[in-house]
């Protein structure tokens, strides 16, 4: 099976200019390999780097050396040193990213929140709704909140409305980080649903989880950080 | 007649009117075009038409024989004043007659009768830039002329018609000249505009207090800005006028009483006397 | 494919005091990119410096034009750069009022790129008048106000209004949330997001707000002291910074 994602030697260090330049080092030489239809849970103490490195994955963290290799399309992308507007297209088309919040833009109702993805990749508005409003009953959004924008949504529900917009797409690759924090037993059982579900479809999946219950039932694989 | 003792022909000096000759050959070369010039004081104010007296006695020898007319009149004080100016400092021939006239000063008006080939048209302008009104800085207007840069110049006509349903201007209305050059054809009705297209004569415009100078040589193309679905349109009067019974001409309103009282009479003086005498001979 | 703007070594001195130095980047069509940075630091230079109006002491700008390809926006002439500026690229000031003819109606000013460019019917000119004041969610009855009347918020949406109408493909804008409520801001970013996606706008984007920075740009360029110190991914830049100049920028964004 070839690796969806490849990580080679990659090192992490924060400098903190503003407190008189402390250095948090954060991982080094961190190896890592992702394949389709896996689900790779980072496990480690808290501090360990578990969602620098998802967001080292996702291009949002900026990495001091090392390679994150991506495969996208016909080819592979190194994240960690790939120009942002080839970052963009390889989100837009192959990586998915759940984060722990969401943010929310003012007016933009929760459907079209969850739709967007489907609508870069040239969806049709009705397709993309079709499928963004089937996300969000599975997971328990009433339907009167739907044209709502999130912003006055409460933690869990906001919650719910990422995980959505992460699952919409159907990217080949999907990092989740600690999605069910704020959820209840329902709405984890969902999101384990989901993840089953990405994987049987040969989704590659990395994701951070506090919660033991859903780590144990999601992952093919764990990848255990040191702090 | 020869010009009053004490006064140069044509009151202003030699050179200064040389200066004139260069500045209406060089706008006669550029159809449309204005042309700075050194607009001297003249025995009136601005506004008085300064700029049409300067280029007037540029223009204008002992043998020709001048008209002036002021709102198409021959007989308001503009004109008598300005006839007579001339009549004095060069001696000239005067006379109302269009026809008759080698040189016609005029201010807001094109005579009725055809022009000639060898007249002399000198239009008085009081603010030659077009687009002045949409464009307060000189240095822009004339970038915005050199690149023929007028598009904007129709939002003027867009805002007529948002507002009145029709292109509303109707005096000191918009031409470009010779497909190039957009004018101002100074404040005559824009009834008289066809009359500017491919005429015979050569018109003149100046504009003392601006000091600018323009022309329109003979038999150039002159049209009026439009919209495709609002194409350009002159005046028309249900009533005849009053005097001559001509309804082919521009008609001024005039207020006959103090209970509403008004009839409608040709503006150019000239043309409804000449009607008048041909009606009555006709009945003779 | 051509970059749709290519920068190299822009270069704008005020004297011996810099405005922008050395400044060099590519901006693809449908790109966004934001240049953050406090106030006096070159964002209003370079993005004057980019969009033709302020020439720069060194470097260059190409724009990729859609007849031949990428031409130097300073070395072509006058009439054609004026022509690109109304036709292929927008300009939204801050001050609506610099990019408005206060004078003229709402329709007249959406209206006057078209006749610029040479549109001679009046009920087409109209007719897209009022389909670009509904875009930008004015009341089409509106059409004939003065923008006189208007409140701030619709200034600046009849000035967006009055850039798009001709289809740019890049518009720079410069602090266009700057002086308006937080509510009527919240609405502008939405409808500038959401014409920047449907019309797969490129726009270079000038603004002191990191929030704004955020939901509009694709890309961040920070300015300190007329240098770009810092450039990436917006989200990356925001989220992971690097330079002491732009974690210090960071921190000192406050949270309502």
Known sequence: MTDQIRVDSLSKTYVLHTQGGIEIPVFADAALSVASGECVTLHGPSGAGKSTLLRCLYGNCKPDSGAIHVSHGEGTVDIASAPPRVVMEVRRRTLGYVSQFLRAIPRVPALDVVAEPLRALGVPVETAQARAGELLARLRIPERLWSLAPATFSGGEQQRVNIARGFAARHPILLLDEPTASLDARNRAVVIELIAEAKAAGTALVGVFHDDEVREAVSTRVHTMQG | ?284 | MNPLLTVSGLTRMYGNRVGCRDVSFELWPGGVMGIVGESGSGKSTLLSCLSARLEPTAGRVLYDTREDGPVDIYAMGEPRRRMLMRTDWGIVHQNPRDGLRMGVSAGANVGERLMAVGARHYGEIRAQADDWLRKVEIDGERIDDLPLTFSGGMLQRLQIARNLVTHPRLVFMDEPTGGLDVSVQARLLDLLRRLVTDLGLAAIIVTHDLAVARLLAHRLMVMRRGEVVETGLTDQVLDDPHHPYTQLLVSSVLQP
């Open chain 2, 1 to 284: 007649m020869t010009s009053a003792p004490g006064y140069n022909f044509a009151y202003l000096d030699e050179q200064t009117k040389r200066m004139i000759r260069r500045a209406i050959l060089k706008a006669v070369a550029i159809p449309g075009y204005q042309v700075p010039f050194g607009s001297r004081e003249m025995p009136l104010p601005y506004g008085w038409g300064t700029g049409g007296i300067q280029v007037t006695a540029a223009v204008i020898g002992p043998e020709d024989r001048l008209k002036v007319i002021d709102q198409g009149a021959d007989d308001t004080t503009n004109a008598v004043s300005i006839r007579r100016f001339f009549a004095r400092t060069a001696g000239v021939a005067t006379t109302e007659r269009t026809a008759a006239a080698t040189v016609i000063q005029t201010r807001h008006r094109i005579p009725e009768t055809p022009l000639s080939e060898g007249q002399i048209l000198v239009y008085q302008v009081p603010i030659p830039e077009p687009l002045r009104w949409l464009e307060p800085r000189e240095t822009e207007t004339r970038k915005m002329h050199a690149l023929a840069d007028y598009g904007a110049m129709h939002v003027k006509l867009y805002e007529d018609i948002a507002r009145f349903g029709r292109i509303a201007t109707t005096y000191d209305y918009p031409v470009l000249v010779n497909g190039r050059y957009l004018m101002r054809p100074s404040p005559i009705p824009k009834f008289d505009n066809p009359k500017m297209n491919m005429n015979p004569a050569l018109q003149l415009f100046g504009a003392g207090r601006e000091k600018r100078i323009y022309a329109v040589p003979p038999y150039t193309p002159v049209k009026s800005l439009d919209f495709e679905d609002h194409p350009f349109e002159i005046q028309s009067w249900d009533q005849a006028c009053a005097l001559c019974g001509g309804t082919d001409s521009f008609l001024d309103e005039v207020v006959t009483d103090d209970r509403g009282g008004r009839i409608y009479v040709c503006s150019d003086t000239h043309h409804c006397a000449t009607r008048r005498d041909a009606v009555q001979e006709a009945a003779e």
